[in-house]
């Protein structure tokens, strides 16, 4: 592993879902053994950083994301020697390793929350955010509720009463999840030691688990009533003026910043996961004293337009001039699969991936994206994921079918498909922890690596592009004037010497060809069927080409 400053700005990410990525002790649940035995196939694949989600100790209630010690491993998953050696032979082969950091709440069984909860005047009476009700008790001891502050969907209060205080206390997620109180200096010492332990051991970085909602207005007023639509996260009814994106949460970024700079070199990097428009989100970046990327979630809405896909690169091109870079995200395991917003047609998402792929910012990849992987329909009465549980449990399947991304995320973590043998190779237990997909038979890695025009493989060229060429991975990049259903851009890259090099990206969204007024070497193409003549170039229909013009 080379330890180039700013390697992070190059680099292609790849999202493990440990618990469903592969899993070596025949328990039917993912491990970091299983991870570390397959690191060799993600190095084939090209990609430069490995995103492990959440392996730490946890009660499990939301697969990790609810840690009841920052410091230790979940023994499902391994132990700490594991983590270790993962580090260690993920550096061997050239990967850079990223882990989950969920600062903003803990699980409620954290032994922090178990004694803060316990009476009002404890030593952690104040590590989490507790508050008197407004006016007098009710019949069962009851004050009414602090504020207006919801829970995701913003059909519950984010607000969790507590009958052995009587104060309310707040979880801005699930119940479960109690938010800590970062204005206390132990709780900000306690988690930056707990990052301070796996920076020591070698970690890369971290990702930063929906980071926009740590800082709270400190004098807790009410959100506006003004629904917001977009920003990459679900549908608002509030505005969350006062419980996302705030100021003391900007400065928040730079005091983490800080931590992770004692390790350097490496330099580290902090990938945001913040919600908002790119004329927001910038602002962690500071002056390159905050946040290394800020996740990009607009390319998860189901939106298939070149119109709207130009509008959106226009509006990071302006936010995020260089250096600066966003962080593309096209699949996560939050939200539906590609192939399933697209209708189940892999020639669209072959072009959004070849879009991923070549914008400028870095890529982020989640596991079974890169062989087009779909939902695994899985009905909500049921679901282990305790989003829709909680928030919807009157919903009827009916309805929850046609929507079940939202509240159903069991559906994009069933295991990963490795080839055609049983559990798709993922687990030789009787049971997986989710099912398998049933399409693992016919999609899966195995099969797609021996298929020079599978999923798989264009994956595999395009960010083996992306490395070779500095107009990809340095490059600057400009939209070009094409049709309605076209998406085109040039990126160009200055060498030392003065030559410049350049690729142009055409994106024909469109159902019917398209004659590109260009002709060059066609260096990827997503689909069958392009070609080019002295002057012009065709693009097939759903189809995407990476050009070198001549
Ligand atoms: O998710 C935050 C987030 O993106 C959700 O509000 C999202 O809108 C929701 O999951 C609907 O798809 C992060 C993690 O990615 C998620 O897995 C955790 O459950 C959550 O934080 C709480 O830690």
Excluded: C
Aim: hydrophobic share 40%; glycine share 8%.
């Amino acid at each position: 592993m080379t330890d180039e400053a700013r390697w992070w700005q190059r680099t292609t990410i790849y999202q493990v879902y440990p618990r469903s990525f592969a899993d070596s002790d025949g328990d039917g649940i993912g491990d970091l053994r299983g991870v570390i035995d397959r690191l060799p196939v993600l190095a084939e694949l090209g990609v430069g950083t490995v995103w492990l989600s959440p392996f730490f100790a946890s009660p499990q209630e939301d697969f990790g994301y609810d840690i009841s010690d920052y410091t230790a491993v979940a023994p499902e998953y391994g132990d700490v020697e594991t983590v270790r050696e993962l580090i260690e032979v993920a550096h061997g082969l050239g990967l850079r390793v990223v882990f989950d950091l969920v600062m903003n709440h803990t699980s409620d069984q954290h032994p922090w929350f178990v004694e803060s909860a316990s009476s009002r005047d404890n030593p952690k009476a104040d590590w989490y955010l507790w508050h008197d009700g407004r006016g007098r008790p009710g019949r069962d001891g009851r004050t009414r509720r602090p504020n207006n502050w919801k829970a995701p969907l913003d059909l519950t209060s984010a607000w969790q009463w507590s009958p052995v205080r009587r104060q309310w206390f707040l979880a801005s997620f699930l119940p479960f999840q109690p938010d800590l109180n970062w204005r206390n200096p132990e709780v900000r010492e306690a988690v930056f030691g707990a990052a301070r332990q796996w920076l020591g051991m070698g970690v890369d970085g971290f990702r930063l688990d929906v980071f926009g909602w740590i800082m709270k207005d400190e004098a807790f007023r009410s959100n506006p009533f003004r629904p917001k639509l977009g920003g990459g996260d679900i549908v608002r009814l509030w505005r969350r003026d006062f419980t996302e994106n705030t100021p003391d949460n900007v400065r928040l970024a730079k005091d983490l910043r800080a931590v992770v700079d004692e390790f350097a070199p490496p330099e580290r990097v902090l990938i945001g996961e913040v919600f908002g428009s790119p004329d927001e989100v910038h602002e962690y970046l500071g002056d390159d004293d905050g946040l290394s990327l800020t996740f990009a979630f607009d390319l998860l809405e189901y939106r298939y337009s070149a119109r709207y896909f130009r509008d959106l690169i226009a509006r990071y091109e302006a936010n995020y001039a260089a250096p600066r870079l966003p962080a593309y995200v096209l699949e996560n395991h939050d939200r539906s699969r590609t192939i399933d917003r697209v209708g189940g047609d892999e020639g669209k998402a072959r072009l959004l991936a070849t879009m991923l792929l070549t914008l400028r910012g870095v890529p982020t990849i989640y596991q079974g994206q890169e062989i087009a992987t779909s939902n695994t329909y899985l009905p909500l009465a049921g679901a282990l994921d305790p989003m829709g549980r909680t928030f919807l449990p009157w919903m009827p399947e009916w309805v929850s079918r046609r929507i079940a991304e939202r509240i159903n995320r069991d559906e994009v973590r069933t295991p990963m498909q490795w080839d055609a043998s049983r559990n798709a190779g993922f687990s030789t237990a009787e049971r997986t922890w989710l099912p398998v997909n049933p399409e693992y038979p016919r999609r899966n890695v195995a099969a797609q690596r021996e298929d020079p025009d599978s999923t798989w493989r264009l994956f595999q060229t395009l960010i083996g592009l992306r490395r070779a060429l500095p107009e990809l991975h340095d490059g600057t990049l400009r939209l070009l004037d094409a049709g309605r259903d076209v998406v085109a851009y040039e990126r160009a890259h200055v060498a030392d010497d003065g030559t410049i090099a350049r690729v142009v990206v055409v994106l024909n969204f469109g159902a019917a060809p398209l004659t590109w007024a260009q002709a060059g070497e066609v260096l990827v193409a997503s689909g069958p069927g392009v070609a080019s003549t002295a002057t012009t170039t065709t693009v097939p229909a759903s189809t995407g080409v990476v050009l070198r013009p001549v």
